[in-house]
């Protein structure tokens, strides 16, 4: 890393740039004119872009950030509850967890975009179709908006002397860049300016392939050398960590600025190149939690790749994540995505698989919490059940009424309008209408939550209520309903002498392949309302604690308001046989059927990463997962010792980052219990 | 065939080539006062139960009937804080080979396999040779103290890809003062290695003040000249955080501390041109 970088990490991380911030002072006026809600957005991008102003210009290559904090709805509060009470409003409401394109619209460099809207206005007028009217003024209004911008950022920096930024200015966002610096420029305008629109989980996708005929131009004519590039691409990453605060999702960290290397090209060959290299290398040298860094690979990918991804591992940040283009492929083929798109993949905030530019899947509407389930046919029809395969389809029924109701709830979706993305979605123009109405891909994904423990209950309530028969289904809902008190050596033998997934034992496995299996077979043939399909998966995004908070205590021996492991994990106490057993046991499920995304996600003592001999057999663990036929695996170096020492003395451990479910964050900014999580995960060591 | 061991452990890094699956072989004949694994010392299973957090509420000792319970004074499965395991189960060689073997996959495209350790794997020799032979076609490391007859030692490394054995102290004396055993047998042992030619690796643990002087490391030097199969030495810096287990067991705890590992203790071995690393 060189001086300049150290110099803009450091102030970065002390936050020196906010000083430039203050709230939104304007006139909030495009709640009041009677516009369309789509035209609304565009007259409050145009305010907030007009109230910014230039910051941090010299000594930068790549400018912009933001100075305005908070922007009020396009909504009053009144419009927004009548619109909750008349529609499905998702999260916040606005558009999030999708991957715009960068490429198409750099291609074409945005006078060419405007060109196009122009000429496809003219169109709605004539056709007199009025909403497609709305939508094209709305985005050439935002255009004109992101110039005003640009100008006044190129102005300011022609003023403080930055005669590179600014002359960099004087061609992008206008035409397409004609080198790698103006193309990061470019990026980072639409970047942005999808952020100030109120999208937010904005992907940044496979940045590796369609950046890299631009920094391979610069490389071959000698504007830039390997060393250099990385410097700019150094200051590019930071870049995600200016503003990231002010985008916190769930905790803060949860800011979906998710990259994706490596993969396959359209024609199937090995995607990766020089530019994926150079970004795993800057992400390990900057020890930043933006971008958030994912591999692709495949049975195909040599050893030496793993092994670059392990040393990255090691420095904590809980990247990369990996997937597999093996199963996930073939899998988006299986669910109706084309072919030509589905080897295009990325991911969206943490690991729900996507189609950049084309994909409007809301791919985390809900969740199927697998122990409710069990919970609520054990109580209604465990001491009814002749065998255990009746039992198991009680738990069936309840899996599809989950399903049921969940299909049913997100019913009368409603988005709001996002113009400026959508101009960077495919064939948003060419309809002239708003992305968040639909595109090419409009499926709806579903997270099945604590798959380990649901599992592991299934395995005791088989082994003891109907295998050994030493305990009645009426003794163990009359523990359950206790919550364990009075049962505590009940609860322990739950606990320590049931089979456990993560033992590669097809006793408690098999019941994972069941449960995955069941959910496949509940969200099968059924439709949206835009004519998507329903995915389900194994992430647990939030859930893990939320689910595990609104489920009783759970025949594995769980107490109430036990966590359920992250995403697709062992149970927090369970006994394992070990990383090998774990992948074994993890990957009997048929996962191409559940392949919204959801990693295997595994702690591993940093003491682990230390010598390259120790750290190359932890690549090989990954590899096999990969070679086993596993979708994804997130792995993550912890040392509980620091963990521990962290939550004593936060203020030793600033730059201290964690792996949560799909994104990394500074430890020391999240809440207890999301910290406290992190520590229980077990931490295979040495 | 009947063996008792402690442990299995996964992804082990430090012993041997490739990621590893080390097997813990209860029973050990020496008693090195450092030794961090004080569960794999006696021959039979023992309870051991985290003491510090025992809020004596006395269901362990009640009473009960489960066959396996017999033989202690507490109940393996009574207490509500799961405070209580059991350190060591016999295992059939036929069984524990099948469960290895569902991990082959796994070896054939690391370039892994299994690892026999202990306690001291040569002290249940027909368990070990019988698990051996059911593993052929792995990659096979045994970790030995060299302490067993040679027929055994020999019988060892004709079913084993690699031999990793420890020598801790040259002198014979000071052997005896500190593992309660001379180290003839190892010496012999280690005779055999040369004369055979079998690959092997050995193993100094570092225990500060005894094992780490230079005149312990310059007089092992000296026995590793000439080798032919020795791969390399290797100087293990000692956990001292391998202390935890001692109270568990209901023994004192150890008077060893951990010291820091210096690249310089490698100099014996540079000088007398045996390839030597600090693991």
Redesign the interface.
């Known amino acids: 890393m060189t001086q300049r970088i150290e110099t803009m990490l450091q102030n970065c991380l002390a936050y020196a740039h906010h000083v430039h911030r203050a709230p939104f002072a304007g006139a909030v006026d495009w709640q009041k004119k009677g516009l369309s809600p789509v035209l609304r957005s565009a007259h409050r991008l145009k305010a907030l872009l007009a109230a910014e102003h230039p910051a941090e210009l010299t000594g930068r290559e790549i400018l912009f950030i933001r100075t305005v904090t908070d922007v009020p709805g396009i909504f009053t509060d009144a419009e927004q509850a009548d619109l909750k009470q008349k529609h499905f409003i998702h999260e916040l409401g606005n558009l999030s967890n999708i991957c715009p394109s960068y490429q198409s619209v750099m291609e074409l460099g945005l006078d060419e975009v405007k060109n196009r809207a122009n000429q496809r206005l003219d169109r709605c007028r004539a056709e007199q179709d009025t909403e497609g009217e709305d939508y094209l003024t709305a985005l050439l209004m935002s255009l004109e908006a992101v110039y005003d911008l640009c100008a006044r950022y190129r102005a300011a920096a022609q003023w403080a002397g930055n005669t590179a930024a600014a002359d960099r200015l004087a061609n992008v966002p206008y035409n397409p860049p004609r080198s790698f610096a103006e193309a990061l420029q470019f990026f980072r305008i639409l970047h942005y300016t999808c952020w100030a629109e109120g999208m937010y989980h904005v992907g940044v996708g496979r940045f590796d392939q369609y950046m890299w005929p631009y920094l391979q131009k610069d490389l071959q004519s000698g504007v830039l050398t390997q060393d250099s590039a990385l410097e700019l691409l150094e200051e590019f990453f930071l870049s995600f960590n200016m503003d990231s605060d002010m985008y916190p999702g769930v905790q803060q960290g949860d800011d979906g600025q998710s990259m994706m290397l490596g993969g396959r090209t359209a024609d199937g060959k090995d995607a990766f190149n020089l530019l994926s290299s150079l970004c795993l290398t800057a992400s390990r040298e900057l020890k930043v939690i933006d971008p958030k860094i994912n591999l692709r690979v495949d049975k195909d990918t040599p050893i030496e790749r793993y092994e670059e991804g392990t040393r990255l591992t090691m420095e904590g940040l809980g990247f990369p994540q990996y997937s597999n283009d093996d199963i996930v492929i073939p899998a988006l083929i299986e669910m109706g995505y084309a072919p030509e798109d589905a080897v295009n993949y990325t991911v969206a905030a943490c690991w729900e698989f996507i189609i950049p530019h084309k994909g409007m899947d809301i791919d985390n509407i809900a969740g199927v919490s697998f122990s409710k389930c069990i919970d609520e046919a054990m109580h209604e029809s465990l001491a009814k059940c002749a065998d255990f395969d009746a039992f198991r389809a009680e738990v069936v029924k309840k899996i599809v009424t989950s399903c049921d109701e969940i299909e049913e709830n997100v019913k009368g979706l409603y988005i709001y309008p996002s113009p400026f993305v959508s101009m960077m979605m495919d064939g948003c123009i060419d309809n002239a209408r708003d992305v968040t109405l639909g595109c090419k891909y409009n499926n709806y994904g579903i997270h099945g939550t604590g798959v380990s423990t649901a599992a592991d209950t299934m395995a005791a309530i088989h082994k003891l209520v109907f295998e050994e028969k030493s305990l009645t289904a009426d003794e163990l809902i009359a523990a359950i309903d206790a919550n364990f008190e009075g049962y505590e050596s009940l609860r322990q033998r739950l606990r320590t002498e049931m089979p456990k997934m993560g033992n590669d034992d097809d006793y408690v496995d098999g019941e994972a392949v069941f449960l995955l299996d069941a959910f496949a077979d509940a969200v099968a043939g059924r439709k949206n309302e835009r004519g998507g399909i329903f995915r389900c998966g194994t992430g647990s995004a939030m859930f893990y604690l939320q689910h595990a908070a609104e489920t009783p205590c759970t025949a594995d021996g769980r107490s109430h308001g036990e966590p359920f492991g992250a995403n697709y994990a062992p149970s927090l106490y369970a006994k394992t046989g070990g990383p090998v057993s774990i992948v074994r046991s993890f990957t009997k499920p048929n996962l191409a059927r559940a392949c919204n995304g959801g990693p295997l996600t595994m702690e591993f003592d940093s003491t682990l990463f230390r010598s390259e001999e120790s750290r190359s057999k932890v690549a090989q663990l990954v590899r096999y997962f990969i070679h086993s036929g596993g979708h994804q695996f997130q792995l993550n170096a912890v040392s509980a010792e620091q963990l521990h020492d962290a939550q004593l003395h936060p203020e030793q451990y600033r730059r201290l980052v964690v792996r949560i479910w799909g994104w990394s964050a500074y430890f020391v900014e999240l809440d207890k219990a999301y910290q406290d999580h992190v520590i229980a995960r077990r931490a295979y060591g040495l | 065939m009947k063996g008792l061991i402690f442990d299995?452990?996964?992804?082990a890094?430090?012993d041997g080539p490739?990621?590893r699956?080390t097997v813990f072989f209860k029973g050990c004949p020496l008693r090195c006062r450092w030794c961090h694994n004080p569960e794999g010392l006696e021959f039979h299973p023992q309870l051991m139960v985290q003491y510090s957090r025992c809020t004596g509420c006395g269901?362990c000792r009640a009473g009960c009937d489960h066959p396996e319970c017999k033989g202690f004074d507490r109940c393996l499965?009574?207490?509500?804080?799961?405070l209580i395991s059991l350190s060591g189960c016999e295992v059939d060689s036929g069984e524990l080979a099948a469960k290895l073997l569902?991990?082959k996959?796994?070896w054939d495209?690391?370039?892994?396999g299994v690892t026999l350790s202990g306690g001291e794997p040569l002290s249940q020799p027909e368990f070990l040779l019988d698990l051996l032979d059911k593993l052929e076609g792995v990659h096979r490391c045994v970790e030995t103290s060299g302490f067993a007859s040679t027929d055994v030692f020999a019988a060892m490394c004709a079913r084993t890809e690699l031999v990793m054995m420890d020598l801790k102290l040259a002198d014979p004396g000071l052997h005896k003062q500190y593992t309660g055993q001379d180290n003839a047998l190892i010496l012999q042992n280690l005779e055999y290695l040369r004369q055979s030619g079998h690959p092997c690796i050995i193993r100094t643990p570092l225990i500060g003040g005894v094992t780490d002087t230079e005149e312990n490391l310059t007089a092992i030097a000296k026995l590793l000249v000439g080798i032919p199969g020795l791969q390399r030495a290797e100087l293990l810096p000692y956990n001292p955080m391998a202390g935890a287990k001692y109270p568990q067991l209901g023994l004192e705890p150890m008077e060893f501390t951990g010291q820091k590992a210096d690249e310089r203790l490698l100099d014996p071995f540079i000088r007398a041109g045996v390839p030597a690393i600090l693991a």
């Open positions: 299995i452990k996964e992804l890094v430090h490739g990621p699956t269901l499965h009574a207490c509500p804080n799961g569902r991990e996959d796994f495209i690391s370039g892994g």
